[in-house]
């Protein structure tokens, strides 16, 4: 377990911040309540295993009892750094994310089970979407009553959904809650 | 001739009249000789008696034709009056210079120069006199001696004296006269003129009105009674003129025969009916002109203004509409109020009244009005675009058409195979073919000119129109929107023109955003998006941000950005569902800022209703901080604007099944709330502040509040949870609600005062304002019944100290009275008694 350097820091933070925006301040400054400290501390970011975890500062020092390689996990993965270098989300971040997002879409019930499965989101599976999403930015999608189901990159504006086909792809999936069922062991 | 006229005329001319000031005509003494002058001299003298005659009594009678008897008696008063004090100096300024008598102007408008004739004989012979004199005192000078020449002149002097005497009376009567009359005649005919302009204008009109073909002429005549030096018969005259034209216009537009139509022979009503219309449309424009004229004159914009809205309101279909237009967008943001509620009021009556001109002038005058709003970089009053409000397009136009062509389209395919199916059928003969191909032929040629003759414009062409109106009145309001959002030109322009209005920098915002509010259905998708960022950027002025010349903007101007968001959203996006959010954020900050007297309580309150109230979904983290926020400020805002915000929140308690735990008594966190554990009052995202980890203690506070509508409501929202199922009363709207407060509110002011008023007289001079503000909103939750007993006991009481007074007044005079009745009694008695005495010795 290590603290991120660098570069890590900007991809992790890149990659966050396409999805929260200015509300990536919040995640940094969250305030935790863990520990037997009576003032409470803060959330920081720490790499163990190319897996990068969201951890509370009280939980990082007691976890330093722990040998490296005996480590499995500490606080909230929130994504993994591929051998080539790059930085992916993984869906334990959700909770995270859906909490602080921007940019929101909506499903209608019939097309929820659809992205659960691990497919992308159709114009015609869209209940509701966030006003100024710009091609490329992150997304969180919901269902109609505000339950996080997952999130991925929005691969139209809002303006070009309007005359969209039905067909059309809004937004790409990469990651959904369905995860948690299907790729159980590599999680 | 001889030497008399000579010595006369040179004595007159050496001697400078002396004349004793204050004689009158009957005091003049007049010598035998003098009589005997003017009795050798009647050439002379006769004028005086034949101005007299003439012009004198010409004028008597004049007046007493005319005139009524009290104008008479009341010039003559003046005449009299005058007589006395213009005598003497009139004498002596026309004896000084006779030709300045000043010209008399009579009923015919003809200038007389009466008195000059007269004054220039005279003065001829005094040069010729002079001349001859001067000549006569040449040759004589050589023959004379010193004592004779003395002797001579003294002679002379002595009958110059006399002659002078002679002349001057008899001059005076004559210029007195004549300039006293001159005096009267003009003063009369000032009046008289003024009078019978008066009446010939009224004349003239009634004539053009009864019959306007063969009295036409007089349009001119009428037209040069305006150019005149007295602004009440101009401006009357004008008046006039645009009664007429307002009445004879036709209802078409007239053209002008061409040189080739005018060499064609046509009879005689044609001539007649061309002649008019020249004629009209000649003096409709030289009218036009005049006005125009007129409008750079300060004291007569207002009636010029008047004139060209009537105009244009009457007859907008006619020639020379674009003239009037365009003075009238020209004037529209004019600094005088009357001026420019004319102009707003003439361009609106062209936008609703579309069925007089077909449409055309609409187009025109919005035309006209954005490139007045870009020539002026949106430096204007309000009241220009607030005309656009007034605006109205028909959607249906066209559609309808369409359909019909289609289905038109579809038969004449129809019959087009039918027609196609038939050479097939049965070969036909060439002629039958030829026929039926002059048939058709025939039709078309029909159609076309039945078109073209119809009197309804065609509806494509309409259509095509009101795209065009419809585009110039977005691109101005787009003009100003990025007029607005543009930060160092809206600043520099406000500092450079302060003229610009009462609003801001930003004076046209307002009525901007209200127009696409209105129009929010009929703006391209393809705006859309630009549009709404902009409204975006400018909700967000408070923020600062993004741009800090926008910080200007007012809580109640960013309240409508975002309402006017929210209803283009909604009028446009039945498809797609787009959530708001932004603005949301925008709308959870400014009710912070919110201050009930400063802002607009409508907005605020159609906002709530708009963003809240109907809009489909809300997260629930999102709805909960919303009804957090609003029951926080419902403690702190005016009775109406609390009233609004309560409504709200039972609307979205209502909806938002789950934010009702903010009713229950434990603070909830945990899963509930979300990440958020705990509620963070100033969290600027309402999705971030956690309001589900609170309780709505403010419900408990506003259950007591001073307000009995608010409690009731406030009350009966917190025992929301407890009876699910409750039915409750109908849902009014925020607006309803505050506008019901506000009339209610409005009613309830007087009585307050009245009370606050009693209390302070009930304590008297000493007790204080905050007493009386204490009796006031004691008093104000007592009934009525108990306020009006204890009135009737503080009268009563006032009555009985009054009556007391005056019991007290009555015993104190009695007492007097008593008082001296026994001493006049003692002193009677010790007259008697000294009386007796007397006697008695």
Redesign the interface.
Known sequence: MRPLDETETTAVFEKIFKFTGN?LK?IVENPS?EGPDSEPGRYCFRLNKNKVYYVSESLVKRATNIARTNLVSLGTCIGKFTHGGSFHLTVQCL??LS??A?H?V?LKPTSEMSFLYGNHVLKGG???????IAPGDGVVVFS?S?VPLGFGVAAK???D???LDPNGIVVLHQADIGEYLRMEDEL | MGTKKKNSQKQKITLPPELPPEISEDEIEVSDEDLQFVDENRDYAGFVSRLDTQSITKHVTRVAEVKEDALEALYEKRLKKKQLLLKDQEVDKLEVDPVDALPVKTLDGKLLYRTVPKTSKVSENNEEGETGGDDKEGTGVIKLTKAERRAKLKKSRKEARKQGKEAATTEVEQTSQAAVLAEVKEDITAEEAFENKKRKIAELGTNLLSDPESNIKSLKELLQLCIDDDHSIVKLGLLSLLAVFKDIIPGYRIRLPTEKELQMKVSKDVKKMRYYESTLLSSYKACLQKLSVLLKQSSFQQVAIRCICTLLDAVPHFNFRESLLGVVVGNISSPDEVVRKLCCSAIKSIFTNEGKHGGEATGEAVRLIADHVKAHNCQLHPDTIEVFLSLSFYEDLGRSEKADEKNNVKNKKGKKRKNLKEPGQLPVNDRKRSKQEVMTKMREEVEADYKSAAFTPDIMERRRMQTETLSAVFETYFRILKHTVQPTASSSEANASPSAGSCGSHPLLAPCLRGLGKFSHLIDLDFMGDLISYLRRLASGGNGSESTSVKSLSVSERLQCCIVAFKVMKSNLEALNVDLQDFFVQLYNIILEYRPGRDQGEVLAEALKIMLCEDRQHDMQKAAAFVKRLATFSLCFGSTESMAALVTLKHLLQKNVKCRNLLENDAGGGSVSGSIAKYQPYASDPNLSGALASVLWELNLLSKHYHPAISTVASGISSMSVVPNQVYLSNISPIQAFKDLSLEQESLTPPTDLLKSNGKRKRGSGSLISAGIESSLDTASIDEDEVRKKLSAHFMLLRDIKENQRLRDELDHANLSLQLYEEYKQQKRKAKRTKSKKTIA
């Open positions: 509300n919040n309540h909770s995270l909490s602080n921007k929101k909506w869209l209940g509701r979407i966030t006003e100024n109609m505000d504006s809002t303006q959904c309007r005359k």
